[in-house]
């Protein structure tokens, strides 16, 4: 679909578009083409996209890989999409806000990639729901704001890094990002994009059931990342077990948040959880 097209399918539907669900459609097929890319699919792959507009990018992953689970959450949008993909069993169009949808409906996604250009009003909450499923995903290839990508790929003790960091780090590492320009989306969004891949970690560093502990132990210590570490947490749990949880895994009395590792946030969930 190029950017004619797109603007005569807007016009002609009298569609106006709706900035809080994140309606900047990416319309340039060098990106487009990028993404697929880096998804690497092919045949035996089941793909998963949120948010898929007027289905540019959903055209070329039934093109390159397996069935696509599409939700789209725009009623006029899915009207569009069933008309263009009518007929095509490689594609399941769900009406539904994603991130309700993800959390009433548990599954399994390990055998699945996720692919989208997520609505950046809510892409940050629906990539940790998918990151610290039970059974997340292989894959990941989401479009962002350029801020939020750079976050999931920070370092520890830099200013970028924090919770989403951590969160979506616990299962998955970034594998490389590029920046999309602005002139690639119709409209035009106010921030800068970027397209990042996160592949989920051979082994995990944490069992599933204590991902619960895991997620309220990062919360809780990057609530407010200017105070130290042991001080946020004795609100949480018992100060003795706090200490010898923290000399366990060699985190100073003075540490702040922004200082952990990840592998040492899994390492200190262990502990407290036992």
Known sequence: MTLTEMRRLIEVRGLLL?????????HDGNQLRRIVTAAQLDASDQVLEIGPGLGPLTELLVV???????????ARLCTILRERFQGNPQVELVHADALDWLRATPRDWSSWKLVANLPYSVGSPMLVELALAPQPPRRIVVTLQLEVVQRLAAAPDTSAYGV???LAGLQFESAGWFKVPRDCFFPAPDVDSACITLVRRPQPWLPAELIPTFTQLVKTAFGQRRKMLRKLLRAQWPEAQLDAAMAATSIPATARAETVSIPTWAALARHLAG
């Open 64 to 74: 390159a890989g397996g069935p696509v689970l599409a939700i789209e959450k725009d």
């Open 164 to 166: 989403l960091t951590v």
């Open 18 to 26: 709706t900035k809080s669900l994140g309606q900047n459609f990416l």
